[in-house]
């Protein structure tokens, strides 16, 4: 997995033809049963160009794209979704795991080089250094 794979939303096949594999998408991702589709399935129930799932900033967004193919997402019917990181879409027995990497401070800090954060522990220390002079200050002068 590459470092640009890892900060990629993705959906995790969990049922159906393509199980356990990740399907990254990085600006949009087609799935239908046709060639023209990323992501081809073999099922019945599945149309040509059956729905798209749009990275779009920070938001991932479903779109039905067939008049009567059926989208579900967390057991909702829905012709267009933004999506949660845990949302589970359905099509046919396809069904599919939303994954949205996490920009959590802690997952920020954890991945920063090691200089960095020693340069940031020592600006919270000055931080709490200086509201412990400002506190005594204050309660000498009263």
Not at 28 to 54: K, M, Y
Not at 86 to 102: A, L, N, T
């Amino acid at each position: 997995m590459t470092a640009g794979q890892q900060q990629t939303s993705f959906l995790q096949v969990v049922a159906g033809q393509h199980a356990g594999q990740k399907l990254y998408i990085t600006d949009a991702l087609v799935i239908g049963s046709d060639n023209q589709s990323e992501v081809v399935i073999d099922d019945p129930a599945i149309q040509p160009q059956h729905l798209r799932v749009i990275s779009e900033e920070a938001r991932v967004v479903v779109e039905n794209l067939t008049k009567s193919g059926e989208v579900w997402v967390n057991g909702a019917q829905v012709t267009r979704h933004m999506l949660s990181s845990g949302d589970e879409i359905r099509i046919g027995r396809q069904r599919f795991v939303v994954k949205i990497p996490s920009l959590r401070p802690d997952s920020v800090l954890r991945d920063m080089p090691a200089k960095q954060q020693n340069n940031r522990l020592w600006l919270v220390w000055i931080g709490v250094a200086i509201a412990a002079a400002a506190a005594s200050t204050y309660f000498f002068l009263l």
